[in-house]
């Protein structure tokens, strides 16, 4: 069926190197596309947000990246920090379908 | 402002019990999610209320499982009949619209004996 799932489930990175966290999704109904932080024992916080009218979106130190052709979204991390070690969740939602499409989560852990 | 707001944050309970999970939203959200999180796992979907429109149970695991809002605003989440295999951390998340940003509860972790 339709899903959204991750290239990797665990990412291990150097403090203050940049990361990559991966995902892929095959509804290519899907125009609105999320990136969550879960921290351990936490609920998943809002990261960036970007539509299917855009290729590229920047917030602050991250960097969400959409290419529709290969049906790929990418979560750029500048200068990891200990702060950032969290799992990362992308999701995607298909219009009028309501419940967003959550992937298995990549585990980012940084290397002081 | 207030965020979500979940009680209690943990509870533990034995077999064959019913709980409760109570779930505030961000006042003026009218979506209303619960999500289902195994330890180490990603979010399985559960139910989700939008407005006065019927909710969406497509999610829920068996008939042990319901989930009320009332007056457009509070959600409780209950499971009769506990099982262990009920034991997961339930999120509720709520969204100003169907299609917004969901914004997450801390969680209530259950643990079943």
């Known amino acids: 069926g339709e899903s959204v799932g991750l290239h990797l489930p665990t990412l291990s990175v150097q403090e203050g190197d940049n990361s990559i966290i991966n995902c892929a999704y095959s509804?290519?109904?899907?125009?609105?596309f999320i990136w969550y932080k879960q921290e351990s024992g936490k609920g998943p916080q809002f990261i960036i947000d970007i539509r299917s009218n855009m290729d590229k979106r920047q917030g602050q130190r991250v960097t969400v990246l959409l290419n529709k052709t290969v049906k790929h979204l990418s979560l750029q991390i500048a200068a990891t920090q200990p702060g950032d070690s969290a799992v990362y969740f992308c999701a995607e939602n298909a219009g009028n379908n309501r419940k967003l499409i959550w992937g298995l989560g990549t585990s980012l852990a940084v290397n002081p | 402002g207030a965020g979500v707001s979940q009680s209690p944050s943990n509870k533990v309970t034995e077999k064959g019990k019913d709980v409760e999970l109570r779930c505030d939203p961000i006042?003026?959200?009218?979506?209303l999610y619960w999500y289902r999180q195994s330890l180490g796992q990603g979010l399985e979907f559960l139910i989700y209320?939008?407005?006065?429109?019927?909710?969406?149970k497509s999610g829920l695991p068996s008939d042990r499982f319901s989930a009320e809002r009332t007056g457009g605003s509070v959600s409780t989440l209950t499971i009769q009949r506990t099982q262990q295999e009920d034991s997961a951390v339930y999120l509720c998340?709520?969204?100003?619209?169907?299609?917004?940003?969901?914004?997450f509860g801390p969680g209530t972790r259950l643990t079943v004996l």
């Open positions: 209320f939008q407005g006065n429109s019927a909710p969406d």
């Open positions: 006042s003026g959200h009218t979506a």
């Open positions: 998340a709520s969204s100003l619209m169907a299609t917004d940003t969901q914004y």
């Open positions: 509804n290519s109904a899907s125009d609105y």
